[in-house]
Nanobody, 112 residues
Framework: QVQLVESGGGLVQPGGSLRLSCTASGFTLSEYSMNWYRQAPEKEREWIAG????????PYPDSVKGRFTISRDVAKNTVYLQMNDLRPEDTAVYYC?????WGQGTRVTVSS
């Protein structure tokens, strides 16, 4: 069955970097688009990055443009989210998504 497992979250100081990973099983990344979302406390879930089945990357929203980069390794069946220049407002639970399937999320806290 489809399974998405995120990892790589943690506590980081403002201006720091983290790389999140989403390891997929039950399907092949090269056949599906994948997305990253995040949900901050008391806020709605926000789409922040997407990569198509052919590897094309969707335009990023202004909130992360120039700081976040989505990529994938088809051989490892893993999608990544490189996050640079992190800000306190990036604090959220980050989720990997494929269609109706969601991972359990990984928490990112940006604080000094």
């Amino acid at each position: 069955q489809v399974q998405l497992v995120e990892s790589g979250g943690g506590l980081v100081q403002p201006g720091g970097s983290l790389r999140l990973s989403c390891t997929a099983s039950g399907f092949t990344l090269s056949e599906y688009s994948m997305n990253w979302y995040r949900q901050a406390p008391e806020k709605e879930r926000e789409w922040i990055a997407g990569i198509g089945a052919t590897g094309d990357v969707a335009p990023y929203p202004d909130s992360v443009k120039g700081r976040f980069t989505i990529s994938r390794d088809v051989a490892k069946n893993t999608v990544y989210l490189q996050m640079n220049d992190l800000r306190p407002e990036d604090t959220a639970v980050y989720y990997c998504n494929r269609n109706v399937f969601w991972g359990q999320g990984t928490r990112v806290t940006v604080s000094s």
